[in-house]
């Protein structure tokens, strides 16, 4: 079995973005980048998976700009076997993102493509179900834990109630959530050995989509600030400004 | 503007995040009406048929729906919303599991969890974990959004005499199917609903520990909350999680006890009314967002806390 995993570049998740004082967009400049962390637990699930000899191979796959390849070669270190590149300046939105990968998907014929729940930029949590209905692939979300069979994966997904389990017929999309696994970290042969894995580099044309915006940013401006209180002595002067003064209790 | 949207309940009643949906909905402006789809959900539509402001309800009453799969539900509302300038649901995991598949299948974008309508095409929303707010607008002929309750005031749950609408159309997929779910049973409020949360992290050690702030939680009527370090290590179950990538939280009164301060807990509470962090570490930055802070070891402050309630 094949398996694809859809990996992006973002910032890292221990920086604090701030925006540019044009309010045109936060300042990227110099900031840490790295893999989406729920990228990268959809690729220790798809490394595990070949672990265990479920899957034969693990394709990543990354849409954006040339630097996406950074990322890539992570994913390579961390036991992805090759990788794709759909090259483009654009900014794809999440659609458009959903519309290149079903041509990959067409290309490379997974029985199980693995992506993030949510990419911590965008904050946009739909690729994975658009690419589902794109394809007419059922999909588990948020998921936690993953079992695949010979022609089915059930899948447990985190939600707001609890946990709920469903059964998808191969092939099929999940979405990764925190809990799915812990992944590893690179090793240095490893790292080299990423360098020499197969990389091929694709465009927009190729796969027949034109990367079109329909939702336009026309600001980005900085939340409204808390400002920080003060601090109490003990329990009871703690109580006695919730009781009187903020009123709360 | 005629605006869909489509109401999350349990198939015997509605979920409050509806509410805040229509409020949402009735920002932008429009005929509103709701659809009500599950199994055995009749009841919730009348309910619905209650609200105030609502012109119509739709309810698809379906073992296909019974269980909200992502893969019936997007296809139900994909047909039904074609006539509508709008579609709405509450940005809770059912709305995002469904919403982006509607949007795929009507080939249009989808505008994520909205904090404001600043008009019936331009909405703002938090991106990177709520460090900044982007007000984006939509070209799309039909706009799919999904809507963060907490921004939103509820609408009256009363007033409205709409006239419910059956809708017939069955999209059963023999391609996903249900097979079990483990739903948290609590008698405490349910924690984006709740007026008061107190939520445990990393410093609260273990599961058990939980109880010193359940007992404070049963004191203040509030729900119980955690961090991700809470969950990940096991303490608590998944459904607890507050934060970027859990649940969005804004009660009068939000407790963070053992709790550093992380940007991504942060982006799912900051927009509490009242804070208060307990921790033995000065500079932890929860401390920045907090009104009242207390440096001191949560061990002896919750039994404390507990007494003088
Ligand atoms: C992709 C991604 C998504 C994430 N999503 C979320 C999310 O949705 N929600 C979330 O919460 N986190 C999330 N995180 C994790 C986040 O980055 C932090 O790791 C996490 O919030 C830390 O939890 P904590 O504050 O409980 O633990 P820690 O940071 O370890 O803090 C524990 C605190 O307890 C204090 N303490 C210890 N003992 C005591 C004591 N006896 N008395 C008083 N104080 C004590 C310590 O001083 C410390 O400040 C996410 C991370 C990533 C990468
Ligand atoms: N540019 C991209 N290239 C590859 N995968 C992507 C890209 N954007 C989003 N994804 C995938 O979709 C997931 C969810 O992203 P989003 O829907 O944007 O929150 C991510 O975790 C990735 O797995």
Redesign the pocket.
Known sequence: MKVLV???RVIDYNVKVRVKADQSDVDLANVKMAL?P??EI?VEEAVRLKEKGIAEEVVV????PKAVQEQMRTAMALGADRGIHVETDDL?D?LA?AKLLKGVVEKEQPQLII?????ID???????QMLGALTGMPQGTFASKVDVDSNTVSVTREVDGGLQTVKLQLPAIVTTDLRLNEPRYASLPNIMKAKRKPLDTLTPDDLGVAVKRTVKVLKVEAPAERSAGVKVADVAELVEKLKNEAKVI | MSILVIAEHNNSELNPATLKTLSAAQAIGGDIDVLVAGDGCQAVAEEASKIGGVNKVLCASNAAYGHFLAENLGTLVAELGKGYSHILAPATTTGKNFMPRVAALLDVAQVSDIIAVESADTFKRPIYAGNAIATVQSEDAIKVITVRATAFDAVSAEGGSASVETVDAAHASDKSEFVGEELAQSERPELTAARVVISGGRGMQNGENFHLLEKVADKLGAAVGASRAAVDAGFVPNDYQVGQTGKIVAPELYIAVGISGAIQHLAGMKDSKVIVAINKDEEAPIFQVADYGLVADLFEVLPQLDQSL
């Open positions: 859809a990996v992006k989406n729920f990228c959809a796959v990354s849409i954006g794809p999440s993102v992506l993030g729940k949510q990419a965008s904050d946009n949590n739909q690729t994975g």
